[in-house]
T-cell receptor, first 110, second 114 residues
């Protein structure tokens, strides 16, 4: 079977740093993606990791450890607009198909 | 177009009826994906098109669901004999280079079966 686990909710204050973890068990693995989704909106692509290590894009960074089947999304200098759901997603093959986790709801407080 | 367009944005239908959901991808994107998202869940894969052909339809839940992309651009997801359990947001996404460069999702069609 295929499964991804991430925390259901995370709360942090404006200006802080938050880490959202994702562990996965899939029959194949090509890479780990992260998507952000605001209430009522479309998911938007944040990052993709195919190799071990840290990828940084502005305030957001994503990490992957293939040997541990684990990754995380790091959000720095949190802003109120970062309040949203964050999904990790595994590419089990090279077709572009994604298997999504259940999502983590991030609430940023003033 | 500039983004992925999905119509209608909302659809309410009676149990047992037939519905069609349309997706207009970003111009030039050869890969097109349909996902279904229930409240509080992540998107669930339904089907993937590369050009005109369905390259992977392993996520279609049963034979009431069917999708086409006859000219390699617009795609239609068709649901026959709708059931209340089909109620969800149906998301379409397109991509030019695969998941590693990210999908662009449309805003979805919210389907409610009453």
């Amino acid at each position: 079977g295929q499964s991804l686990e991430q925390p259901s909710e995370v709360t942090a204050v404006e200006g802080a740093i938050v880490q959202i973890n994702c562990t996965y068990q899939t029959s194949g693995f090509y890479g780990l993606s992260w998507y952000q989704q605001h209430d009522g909106g479309a998911p938007t692509f944040l990052s993709y990791n195919a190799l071990d290590g840290l990828e940084e894009t502005g305030r957001f960074s994503s990490f992957l450890s293939r040997s541990d089947s684990y990754g995380y999304l790091l959000l720095q200098e949190l802003q109120m607009k970062d309040s949203a759901s964050y999904f990790c997603a595994v590419s089990p093959g090279n077709t572009g198909k994604l298997i999504f986790g259940q999502g983590t709801t991030l609430q940023v407080k003033p | 177009g500039a983004g992925v367009s999905q119509t209608p944005s909302n659809k309410v239908t009676e149990k047992g009826k037939y519905v069609e959901l349309r997706c207009d991808p970003i111009s030039g994107h050869t890969a097109l994906y349909w996902y279904r998202q229930s409240l509080g869940q992540g998107p669930e894969f339904l089907i993937y098109f590369q050009g005109t052909g369905a390259a992977d339809d392993s996520g279609l839940p049963n034979d009431r669901f069917f999708a086409v992309r006859p000219e390699g651009s617009v795609s239609t997801l068709k649901i026959q004999r709708t059931e209340r359990g089909d109620s969800a947001v149906y998301l379409c996404a397109s991509s030019s280079q695969g998941a590693n460069y990210g999908y662009t999702f449309g805003s979805g069609t919210r389907l409610t079966v009453v």
